[in-house]
């Protein structure tokens, strides 16, 4: 007696096997060899005389190699495809291994956004925003980026500005993190964003402005040089930007102001190492001077777009790349150092040596003295007055005052702030002028400020202190002007201050958007602190 598991054959002896019998000698369930010989995968080799399908000897083994197809998740026209040799395994399983990566990606991605979600505690109202991401293909995303870059700059012929926004379309990683979530849909909504495109049209133009047009194509034999030598003017003009952030907040942690003389030697120097950089630019400049100065001011105030930068932030953010240094901070103190000096001069540094440490701290202290009694006296409805500092009010005023004792103190403690946009004020203006005052003193006497030098022209910090000085006195001017009280503020210094005034600021331009208004004339018989006002731009009539 046979195994009475096994049936392979027929009963009229040719062989053949009955789907029930092909069923138990390959496990696969008689409904799944019914559908596939229906999809022409295991045709039968004949039928009973009832109708009964019959699979011939090699059907086991052809089952096997459908059942292994499918368990890699190949589908059944893929496998008929291989059955009747129109397509290799190995193309089928190269296609196969395709889909399943682009499947890995959807899941990881998926998952990605499920733990964005539950870290971030989203809402019901923010879930279908966090779930349009992860129902977008690469091609979907990579395709928004282009559309922003075609749309922003339409036919604007500025052809290596619109390539290298076209080359840095991002493509989120396999497995993105919550931050790169973020960050793509803070891009995708800036990306729509006006502001945007309107910013990168801007630059765009300014490319196509100070690039110059190429009157016909070039041979190929020099197009290889001319790439190399584009390359080369790239990485220059990247250090630069380095120099310049370097300098910038090292002027800024001096506590040099951008219109003081001793900015002059920092912006000299931005300017002969820029000048090689406009080598392939239209009409590049030869030398330091107006036009060059002129020409990279109007640079910094171009490239000086807050969405343009948060696009590149977020690019880099989603790539996983090093997001690029911040320029705030250097980029405001070189734009406004230019600004103030258009034109190269020698720096006299003799105004260096003119700040004796005694007297400085003797100044500071009277200047403070008086001026905190001034601020003690406003009254709370006084705030909201007008000063002579255009645009400002009173609490904008002594908000200002207050920074600059701060920053002060901060770059004696080597740590420069930069917080200038905050609100240092507070709800007790009298408190906060009084804390600040008071730091700023212990600062300059306990960390040997007055005796040290700060920047790279080693700036005494004296003469640093000193301009706190005559800042605060001229803005306590602008306060007594604003509020009806006396303005013969600290008149045992006053003289000595505008002295320090005219040494530290007396070559220095007077330009728009610098710190002083041109000099205006005193009336005869003017004390110090009005002489001051007059000589730093306001009108004492």
Not at 43 to 56: D, E, M, Q, V
Not at 143 to 165: F, H, K, M, Q
Not at 363 to 377: E, N
């Amino acid at each position: 007696m046979g195994d009475p598991t096994v049936e392979p054959m027929y009963e009229d002896g040719t062989g053949l096997l009955t789907i029930g019998a092909l069923a138990r000698l390959t496990g696969v369930p008689v409904k799944t060899i019914r559908n596939w010989s229906d999809q022409d995968l295991l045709p039968p080799a004949a039928r009973t005389p009832a109708g009964y399908r019959l699979y011939g000897p090699e059907s086991p083994a052809r089952l096997e190699i459908v059942r292994s197809l499918r368990d890699l998740g190949i589908g059944l026209a893929a496998i008929r495809s291989v059955l009747h040799r129109e397509r290799t395994v190995a193309e089928t399983a190269r296609q196969g291994a395709d889909a399943l990566d682009a499947q890995i990606r959807a899941l990881r991605l998926r998952r990605a956004v499920l733990r964005a979600v539950a870290l971030r505690g989203s809402t019901p109202e923010e879930l279908p925003h966090m779930t349009e991401l992860a129902r977008l293909s690469d091609r979907e995303r990579r395709r928004i980026i282009t559309d922003l870059v075609e749309d922003a700059l339409g036919n604007v012929p500025a052809p290596d500005y619109r390539s290298g926004l076209l080359a840095a379309v991002p493509d989120l990683p396999d497995d993105p993190t919550p931050e790169q979530l973020d960050a793509w849909r803070e891009l995708s909504a800036l990306v729509r964003a006006p502001e945007l495109r309107a910013a990168l049209r801007r630059l765009a133009e300014y490319s196509a402005r100070t690039t110059p047009a190429e009157d016909e194509p070039r041979p190929a034999a020099e197009t290889a040089p001319a790439a190399q030598e584009q390359t080369a003017q790239q990485q220059a003009a990247v250090r630069v930007a380095e120099l310049m952030r370097e300098r910038g907040e090292a002027a800024v942690a001096a506590g040099l102001a951008p219109d003081s003389p001793a900015a002059e030697p920092v912006v000299a120097e931005l300017v002969a190492a820029w000048i090689p950089t406009q080598a392939g630019t239209a009409d590049p400049p030869a030398e330091d001077g107006p036009g060059a100065r002129g020409r990279l001011l109007e640079q910094l105030e171009t490239a000086a777009e807050p969405a343009v930068e948060r696009y590149w932030q977020l690019l880099c953010t989603v790539t996983g790349r090093p997001a690029p240094p911040r320029w705030g901070t250097a980029g405001a103190w070189t734009t406004a150092a230019l600004r103030a000096h258009l034109r190269p001069y020698e720096l006299d540094r003799s105004a260096f040596a003119s700040a004796d440490p005694d007297r400085v701290l003797h100044a500071c202290t009277q200047v403070i003295r008086d001026v905190g009694a001034l601020v003690a006296a406003v009254r709370p409805e006084d705030l909201d007055l007008p000063t002579p500092c255009a645009g400002w009010t009173v609490r904008q005023l002594l908000d200002h005052m207050v920074w600059e004792n701060l920053m002060a103190a901060s770059v004696a403690e080597g740590t420069p702030r930069d917080d200038l946009t905050a609100d240092h004020l507070g709800a007790d203006h009298r408190a906060a002028f009084e804390d600040s005052a008071r730091a700023a003193l212990a600062v300059f006497t306990g960390s040997g400020m007055l005796h040290r030098t700060f920047g790279p022209y080693e700036a005494p910090g004296a003469m640093l202190v000193q301009q706190v000085v005559v800042e605060l006195l001229a803005h306590g001017w602008d306060l007594a002007r604003a509020t009806g009280a006396p303005t013969g503020l600290a008149p045992g210094v006053a003289e000595e201050t505008l002295a320090a005034a005219r040494r530290i600021y007396g070559a220095a331009p007077r330009t728009e958007g610098g710190s002083f208004a041109p000099e205006r004339p005193a009336p005869p018989g003017a004390h110090a602190t009005d002489r001051l006002a007059a000589f730093l731009g306001r009108d004492p009539a």
